[in-house]
């Protein structure tokens, strides 16, 4: 490739984006010119938080942008195990925008716009522990929703023996 000025090079040099010196190389006499300060808006408000979301370390990552996530659209028909949730608002130079991180036992991180995916974690976390994700269809689109997966636990089946056995001892006559 062949510079034939400025414009077709930016240097990075301690976080501005410098015009490179015009020297023998490119052939020109020009001192270096000063760019403007190079840095991206991204700041990120934590609205809500549950489960494993809820402590200082999910914070620092999420301010920083070192949350990865797939997109929730990746795991329809899936069932997830969901440890816990965190609702936030992103604000970049470009636009403002609110997404939500979910944190699995199988697939880690799992992110969604969807105000009803959201709706329905929130109504059943701490309820249950399993989800199945589901792809709906709306006038505005398909959005996603979680289905919860009703499981009976170990106490639950004890008494429901336990009182199975005590209706049985009893004679109706």
């Not at 934590?46 to 999910?58: A, H, P, V, W, Y």
């Not at 799992?110 to 329905?120: K, L, R, V």
């Not at 023996?161 to 209706?167: A, D, L």
């Amino acid at each position: 490739m062949v510079v034939r000025g400025w414009e077709d090079v930016i240097i990075y040099h301690n976080g501005y984006a410098d015009k490179p010196y015009c020297n023998k190389i490119l052939g020109c006499d020009r001192t270096q010119e000063r760019g403007i300060k190079m840095s991206k808006k991204y700041e990120v408000t934590i609205n809500e938080k549950k489960g494993t979301c809820d402590n200082s370390l999910f914070e620092k990552m999420a301010k920083k942008g070192d949350v990865n996530a797939e997109k929730v659209k990746n795991f329809v028909g899936k069932i997830i195990t969901l440890k816990g949730y965190a609702g936030c608002t992103i604000e970049t130079d470009e636009k403002t925008f609110n997404n939500n991180f979910y944190d699995t036992l199988e697939y880690g991180f799992i992110s969604s716009g969807s105000q009803y995916f959201h709706e329905s974690v929130k109504d059943y976390f701490g309820e249950v522990k399993r989800f199945r994700i589901c792809e709906i269809k709306t006038k505005q689109g398909i959005t996603y929703k979680v289905q919860p997966i009703i499981e009976e636990t170990k106490q639950d089946k004890e008494e429901t023996e336990n009182k199975n056995e005590e209706t049985t001892d009893d004679l109706p006559f």
